[in-house]
């Protein structure tokens, strides 16, 4: 997912919404080398069903 605002969107939060779909192994923002926000954020989850839910429930959403 990107256009994600860190500031305003916590770690916590993503993991709160995206758990609604299935069991997560990880969801977090994404930095560069230097540690800087890329805008962006990965949802990893351990069953591909429970991927796929949250493309078809997120896809394109605004969350906050």
């Known amino acids: 997912m990107r256009g994600i605002d860190s500031r305003v969107v916590t770690q916590s939060d ?22 800087s926000y890329l805008g962006t954020a990965t949802v990893i989850y351990s069953r591909a069903s429970a991927a796929n839910r949250a493309i078809k429930e997120y896809n394109m959403a605004k969350i906050d």
């Open 14 to 35: 993503l993991q709160k919404l995206f758990s609604k779909c299935g069991p997560m192994i990880n969801a977090s923002f994404d930095t560069n080398e230097f540690g």
